[in-house]
C-alpha cells in the first residue's frame, strides 16, 4: 500500500489526534472545516485521492492527510493512520444509489473490516455514520430507542453493520457513537440531490422545475450544521450509541423548495406531482432530537 503524506499538523501534548475517513467527500470537507475552527486538535485526514489532485481543497495544507484505499488490506490500519485517538467515519462508496446491492456485497463487508482492524490494533473510541434509513417505512418521529427495519440495500448494510460493531464491543473494550443522519443540503452535494438539481434548473433558466407533489415530510439541515453536530456528538463521551443527527422539525419538501427560492431570490414554475413519491420512504418522517438536546447543552 502507498503512503502519501501532506503535513504534520501538530497542535502539542494536550491535543487529541482525530482521524476523519471520506475526508474528501460532501460531510468530510465540513467536519474538517469545523474542527479546524477549534484549532486544538491534530487531524489526520484520509480518502483515496492522491495528494497532489488536492490542491483545491482549501484545508489540504492544515492537516496530515494520508491518501488510503480502505477497501485494500493492511494488517494494522491503526498504526498506518499514527494511532488516532478518535476516529470519525465518515467513508462509503456508491452514494446516492440506495438500492445497489454492493451495499451489503461490499461496502458492509469492507467498513466492518477496517473497523475492526482499527479495534483490535488499539483503537478506543469512534464515531461512524448510520442513516435514517434504517428506520424504515416507519412514520411520524423517529427515536433512536425504536426497532430498525430497513427497505433499501443501503440501509440493510447500514443496519447490520451498527449490530456487527455491537457484537465487537461485547469482545473488545470500545466506546463509539453511531450518527444517523437524516437529510442535508449545502454547497458541494451530489448533483443528483433535490436542491442540487434545483440549482442546475434555475442555471439554465428553465421554465419549470419537475417534481414529486412536495407534501412529503422530512427532516433537512444545512451540511454545516450536520458538520457541527457530527463534531460535538463525536468530542463527548457522555452519551454512546446510536444518536439522531437531525432538526426535529419536519418540512415538506414543497414549503423547502419555496422557502430554497425565496432565500436566493429566485422564481421557477413548480411542476408538482411529476414524479411518484418514493416507496422507500413514508410519507412523514423526522429524528427525535432528545439524545442530540442533552449533547448540545453541554
Not at 143 to 169: C, W
Request: hydrophobic residues 35%.
Amino acid at each position: 500500500m502507498e503512503l502519501q503524506i501532506c503535513n504534520t499538523n501538530s497542535k502539542g501534548d494536550d491535543s487529541i489526534k482525530i482521524l476523519i475517513t471520506g475526508a474528501t467527500g460532501f460531510i468530510g470537507n465540513y467536519v474538517i472545516k469545523e474542527l479546524l475552527k477549534q484549532n486544538e486538535h491534530n487531524i489526520v485526514a484520509t480518502a483515496i485521492e492522491p495528494v497532489e489532485t488536492l490542491n483545491h481543497i482549501e484545508w489540504i495544507d492544515q492537516v496530515k492527510y494520508i491518501a488510503c484505499d480502505l477497501n485494500q488490506k493492511n494488517d494494522n490500519y491503526f498504526a498506518y493512520f499514527d494511532k488516532p485517538d478518535l476516529l470519525i467515519h465518515l467513508s462509503w462508496e456508491g452514494l446516492p444509489n440506495y438500492f445497489e446491492l454492493y451495499h451489503f456485497e461490499r461496502n458492509l463487508f469492507h467498513n466492518y473490516f477496517f473497523v475492526k482492524n482499527m479495534i483490535i490494533n488499539g483503537l478506543k473510541d469512534f464515531s461512524i455514520i448510520g442513516t435514517c434509513l434504517e428506520y424504515g417505512l416507519v412514520e411520524g418521529c423517529l427515536s433512536e430507542s425504536m426497532q430498525t427495519n430497513p427497505v433499501t440495500p443501503y440501509g440493510l448494510a447500514k443496519d447490520t453493520l451498527r449490530k456487527f460493531i455491537e457484537e465487537l464491543n461485547a469482545k473488545f473494550d470500545f466506546k463509539f457513537r453511531w450518527i444517523r443522519l437524516f437529510y442535508m443540503y449545502g454547497k458541494g452535494q451530489n448533483p443528483n440531490s433535490l436542491l442540487s438539481q434545483l440549482d442546475c434548473a434555475l442555471d439554465k433558466n428553465e421554465a419549470q422545475f419537475n417534481m414529486s407533489g412536495g407534501e412529503q415530510l422530512r427532516d433537512y439541515l444545512p451540511v454545516e450544521k450536520v458538520a457541527q453536530y457530527i463534531v460535538k456528538i463525536s468530542l463527548q463521551n457522555k452519551l454512546n450509541g446510536v444518536i439522531n443527527c437531525c432538526s426535529g422539525k419536519p418540512i415538506s419538501i414543497k414549503n423547502l423548495v419555496e422557502k430554497y427560492l425565496k432565500e436566493k431570490k429566485k422564481t421557477i414554475t413548480l411542476n408538482l406531482g411529476y414524479y411518484d413519491y418514493p416507496k422507500y420512504e413514508p410519507m412523514a418522517f423526522w429524528g427525535s432530537t432528545s439524545k442530540l438536546k442533552l449533547i448540545l447543552s453541554n
